[in-house]
């Protein structure tokens, strides 16, 4: 059944070059497997039966198959960010990042389904349905980018991308035991990427190993006239960086995060996830770095899911403002414009956007900018600079990704509060600060899997790799693929 | 004592050309305590009056205006392709003036 689709994109270079392999039966396997995994976990939007092929050449890429979350545009291939908003759109043009990857001689399969335009952590708000973890398919895979985890962590392909604003990338990666990986802001093109929010937005992808994550974004990126905010990485390598020599290196996690002491009547599923962390801390020790315990201000802390939700909604809200229906996607009914445009926008979101897009109305009215925009903006700054002080002592910040495994899809409303909401969103600081952030699965709770952030300074993304790629080297989690619990 | 009211609730959603279900109104409004208790978070910091927002990623950017030549664009049957209403080679849309 999977033959081929389960290995790294080296060893699939090295039997396509070698002819041992074509890149049809790649695509076939592919094809086969995404109809496999569409009827256990729903992963997709579309599935591409008859894809544009390229030629097999010195390419790491080419020839073989790879996923695109639902929110890249891809000319003449459907488009919708998973939402009925979009339901017949095919775009005439495609995304920089698409371009690149297909300048590389990539093939596109499949588009992954998705939390609509980004805007969820849960992977149940697709015009699709839910999406479901294959690790267990009573549970979430998380969000937003839950098709592309769902998928890479099945063997369908190697590699899918991803879209990452608040941790969109990083943790259905960390909920499907694979690598999620989001570069520093900028590194790869923006330019046709649907925007949610566009100062916290970026592209990035999951694979089931780091090197395989370096490869595929040295394909992604590069300097775009058609996005002002990327910039020149011509002279980084991201695959020839990883030397696995980390000795030396320095290493910092937060004690209000990762003390157990933290939580008031811990679960026995956090403390193992804590215990967990604690080993990989212990490994990193081994491989020569050195872990140091450090503290920051809880009220900073406690502000990061406030600061994320104020901006991302305040900025949802104006980037979206384009979904009229007139443009693109289907035209609503109505006497004049504006009826049209409301029948247009009221019938395709879902109630959940909707009450982000309220949210962040009520946010950006007049008598509220001050106090919660414009405030959200200026803790965000603080969050940073706490952030950037850290990486003047210290090459990354390591921390464990959510506060255990994934969640049970009968419990997938947003949580806006709780004991462990710090666990639950540190990774937007990622976002907060356009830092290079990398997720690696680091264990098992009763049979599913978990897994660790590390988090460096921005346009230092070769260290964050080297980092994660020597701990995925002395751990058995590389290259695994998603073994249904029972 | 909320603060907040179905009428309010609608009237951030219209702001917004959206239309909101009772059941929708309901969902939101019953949160809407909830919410801003939760992002009023962000005003325990103290002394923040004199941050400057934070509103780019990276505060290096370094813009350059681009030479003004003349590159490939999208092609106009493509693009017609796309559109519910065409005339001819024109994108047929909703008037919006002169309607009086």
Redesign the interface.
Known sequence: MNKYMSMSIEKLHELLINNKVTSDELIAESLNMSKIVEEKCNAFATIINEPEKHDVQNNLLSGIPYGVKDNYSTKGVLSTASSNTLKD?????DATAITNLKKAGAVMVNKTAMDEFGMGGTGTTASTGIIKNPWDTSRMCSGSSSGSAAAVASGVYPYALGSDTGDSIRKPAAYCGIVGYKPT??MISRYGLFPFAS??DHCGVLTRNVRDAAIVVDAMKGKD?LD??S?DSSNINLLNSINYKVEGKKLCYIKEICDINNYQSPSDELKEHLNIFNKTLELCKKLGMSVTEISVDK??L??V???Y??ISCAEA?SNM?NL?G?I?G??GNGD???E???HH??NG?S?LI??R???????L?KENQE??F?????????I?DVWKNLFKEYDAVILPVGSGVAKKLNNETEI??SDTSILEEHLQIG????FPSITIPNGFINNLPVGINITGN?YLDETVLNIAASLENEMNYKNQIAKEVK | MSNFTKELVDKYAEDLLIGLTSEENKMVLDEMDVIDSFINKINLIPNIENVTPMTHCLDDFVVTLRSDEVTESINIEDLLSNCDLVDAREIEVPKVVGNE
């Open positions: 759109y095919v775009p005439f043009f802001y900028g100062s916290l006239n002002m905010t910039w009220s900073l406690d502000a899911a406030a600061t939700i104020v809200t403002s009229t007139i693109f289907p035209r004049n414009v504006n049209m445009m409301k926008r009221t979101f109630p909707k009450r897009f309220v949210i962040g109305s009520y946010v009215q106090k919660y414009k405030n959200a903006q200026r803790v965000r700054r603080l940073v806006l509060a976002n907060f600060g356009g921005c």
